[in-house]
């Protein structure tokens, strides 16, 4: 172990109690043979000599004070104390002696107490040593308790010592008894030093305590204690709110008295944690820990013998989903199940399954399917916070459930869509309920979560489902706004933009957002659906139409989805691409967006920098041949040349590979055009050679023939079985085949597709390869 050296004070307490100060040095830990052990040394700062020499015993009670204080004992009636400079130095050496005594640093002794005899080794002063003698529960007597209770706080053994005090006796209800006194004579000094007892009681962190404390005859009593903060004028009227402004409401009548009582304490005892106490300091944050114990296991409980009362919890769904349940009750039973699946947040894991089962089995999600389509907001906005949690809990369960739905009810009140509904008319202007909508459907359509091996289809059933009935309700609201494309696009009046088609409003462009941003996730988690869904329903140009939105994060959610779906690096994807000239409204975007250097302008840069760097030729012979010229002014990145450099490497690669064919094609012909043999006197004769003479050599001769005339014949298309033509373009023929399944249109050259002006683009080269008009079958070999 490494020495680590810290400024300290060596103390030791002499026999009046009184700490003798030893000198000043530096402090570290290392091991000594001598002692056969890790040890503390102290060396004086003046002249190094040794003031300190203690092994760190592992039976040794060390405790930590004050965040610079290390006190411990090392024989009877020795003790010594490390005061630091730093609280570095103090957390770093305790961590040394913890890591010794194999203990949690997060403790401050590291043993538990003892006897009173060591108890008192521990007493920084003298007179503290009767603490736990307490005075008689008398009015006289408070302040002298209030010293007592909160003077003690800052040691555990004697916070355990006060507490087995308090205990005895009845001491404790004697003591709110007293609190009864003082607020019948108005004797405000009394109540104060009832708060402080009270509140210095409450951080003694004791669960036996608790107990009496919070008990049906004692609670009210704390409360009323706790009202009287001395650094308040005027006492808050706690016991007032409690008794008569929170009302308990039983949505159904609970029969079980002990299970009412639990529910009224746990209400209360939170209500005293979060409302009344003070926020904790840092000092005291442990002090709280039992209590917020108390109030866990009191919710366990709570959550178990409702679980296990199956009458009152049928009860509750029939009422839930009854149409003659009044909406004010609806609201309450909403509610019930809203705080119920919260406490079940407290079960063990195993517990929390059996609980979600059982309202599985009650038949939960059917009664969320009513009421998550009702129109008062709070009642959906509690259904909301239920399914968040059955999601959470199991999706593959909601799932499982919504595939049942189609067999049994119309599309439109399908669970999933209800929910997409409601994420779609979120009247929030933040659309906090939306985004909240949003990650739950993400969480459903998620694949990653539907690897449960005991259904190894859940995958493809899913996803097959929720395209066929879900998906064209997701994206009505984006191919609502995306219409009608010459309309959309926005007309330029100096220097104010105007989309009459495309609303523009914040909330639309939030939703839009949403959307996209599931549709992206989508693409990337959803190969073979998700493609067919965008090229059936052209919706990538729907999308890009977003663009020339004027809210910048909307089109930069339009262009993220375009940079996902090339991301795949798909030639279906690209022909799709292509054919629709899908990249003119990105470079238009990029054109107007001029020379400002913003987050818009380089993520354009970025998608073209991809394309690049992944060398994507069909996609680089389309931007070269349509938009080179609207874009080779672009100089501040080499983006662009760089593009134009590769498609120049491609178009020279082509042309190499088109000499090579047909010299090759020229010299084979050459060859078997004639064949001369000489005889001996050099006289040419011209001579055939029958097959049957020479058949090894005619053999592979046939061969190679055959070989070059199927090269010589591979740039021209081919009838399928079906009539229909396939063909194999080169990167710089013309538009690809890509097709939306219903129309099904001949390719056409590049030089017919519009330029980014709207006129017909023309090529400075033409094609390397000849462009033949074909049709191609309409059902795309996804």
Not at 89 to 97: A, H, L
Request: charge should be negative.
């Amino acid at each position: 172990m490494s020495d680590t050296r810290r400024r300290v004070k060596v103390y030791t307490l002499n026999e009046d109690r009184q700490w003798d100060d030893r000198g000043t040095g530096h402090v570290s830990s290392t091991f000594v043979e001598r002692l056969k052990g890790i040890s503390l040394l102290v060396r004086a700062e003046s002249d190094g000599s040794l003031l300190l020499e203690s092994k760190i015993s592992p039976n040794t009670a060390y405790q930590k004070q004050q965040d610079t204080l290390i006190v411990w004992s090392e024989a009877e009636n020795y003790d010594l104390a490390l005061s630091f400079q730093e609280k570095a130095g103090c957390d770093e050496i305790w961590e040394k002696i913890c890591q010794v005594q194999g203990k949690d640093p997060a403790l401050e002794i590291t043993q538990d107490p003892i006897d009173e005899s060591e108890e008192e080794r521990f007493e920084e002063m003298p007179e503290t040593s009767h603490l736990v003698e307490l005075p008689p529960c008398e009015l006289a007597r408070l302040e002298e308790i209030a010293d007592l209770v909160t003077s003690v706080l800052s040691s555990p053994i004697r916070r355990e010592k006060l507490a087995l005090a308090l205990m005895s006796e009845g001491y404790m209800k004697k003591l709110l008894q007293l609190f009864q006194v003082c607020e019948d004579l108005e004797n405000r000094e009394g109540l104060h030093h009832l708060y402080e007892i009270v509140r210095g009681v409450l951080f003694l962190n004791k669960a036996a305590l608790f107990e009496v404390m919070f008990s049906d005859d004692c609670i009210m009593d704390v409360v009323g204690c706790l009202e009287f903060d001395p650094s308040l004028v005027q006492p808050k009227k706690h016991r007032e709110f409690l008794t008569k402004t929170a009302k308990f409401k039983e949505v159904i009548p609970i029969t079980d008295s002990e299970l009412r009582q639990k529910i009224h304490q746990t209400y209360r005892v939170q209500y005293i944690q979060d409302i009344i106490l003070p926020t904790p300091s840092v000092f005291e944050e442990n002090f709280l820990s039992t209590l917020t114990s108390f109030i866990f296991f009191n919710k366990v409980e709570i959550v178990s013998m409702l679980q296990e009362d199956e009458k009152f919890l049928t009860e509750v769904f029939a009422q839930l989903t009854d149409e003659a349940t009044e909406d004010g009750k609806r609201r309450e039973l909403v509610n019930f199940f809203k705080e119920f699946c919260a406490f079940s947040q407290t079960l063990q894991p195993q517990n929390r399954d059996a609980f979600f089962k059982t309202l599985a089995n009650l038949g939960i999600l059917p009664a969320l399917e009513i009421v998550m389509g009702m129109d008062d907001l709070q009642v959906r906005a509690a259904a909301t916070d239920i399914f968040s949690y059955l999601v959470e809990f199991s999706p593959s369960m909601v799932r499982e459930f919504v595939m049942q739905e189609p067999q049994q009810t119309d599309d439109d009140v399908l669970l999933i869509n209800v929910v997409i509904k409601q994420m779609i008319c979120d009247s929030d202007p933040e659309l906090g309920g939306a985004v909240q909508l949003m990650g739950l459907l993400r969480t459903l359509i998620d694949p990653e979560n539907m690897l449960a091996p005991t259904n190894k289809t859940e995958k493809t059933e899913f996803l097959s489902f929720f395209y066929k009935y879900c998906m064209q309700v997701l994206t009505v609201p984006l191919l609502a706004s995306t219409v009608d494309e010459k309309n959309c696009k926005d007309l330029q009046e100096g220097s104010t933009k105007i989309n009459p088609v495309c609303p523009d409003n914040f909330q639309t462009a939030q939703l839009l957002a949403l959307i996209l941003e599931l549709l992206t996730f989508c693409v990337e988690h959803h190969t073979y659906h998700i493609k067919t869904y965008i090229m059936n329903k052209d919706l990538l140009r729907r999308v890009l139409v977003l663009m020339n939105s004027k809210h910048t994060f909307l089109a930069l959610c339009a262009l993220r989805f375009m940079r996902r779906i090339i991301g795949q690096k798909d030639e279906y994807y690209n022909r799709y691409i292509v054919k629709g000239n899908l990249f003119e409204p990105v470079i238009n975007t990029l054109l107007d967006n001029g020379t400002r250097y913003n987050l818009l302008n380089s993520a354009i840069i970025e998608l073209f920098e991809f394309i690049k760097v992944e060398d994507i030729k069909s996609l680089i012979a389309h931007i070269i041949d349509n938009y080179y010229k609207a874009l080779e002014s672009i100089e501040y990145v080499q983006t662009f040349k760089g593009l134009k450099g590769r498609y120049e490497q491609e178009k020279d690669r082509q042309t190499l590979r088109l000499n090579r064919y047909r010299r090759d094609a020229r010299t084979l012909d050459e060859d078997e055009d004639e064949e001369m043999w000489f005889n001996e006197d050099g006289e040419a004769i011209e001579k055939s050679r029958p097959e049957e003479e020479f058949p090894e050599s005619f053999g592979k001769y046939m061969e190679a023939k055959k070989v070059k005339e199927s090269d010589n014949k591979e740039n021209f298309p081919k009838r399928t079985p079906t009539g229909s033509f396939k063909f194999t373009f080169s990167h710089s023929a013309g538009a690809a085949n890509g097709t939306n399944g219903a129309n099904c249109k001949p390719a056409t050259s590049p030089t017919s597709a519009a330029s980014p002006n709207g006129s017909p683009a023309k090529s400075a080269t033409p094609p390397a390869t000849p462009v033949v008009k074909v049709s191609f079958p309409c059902q795309l070999p996804f």
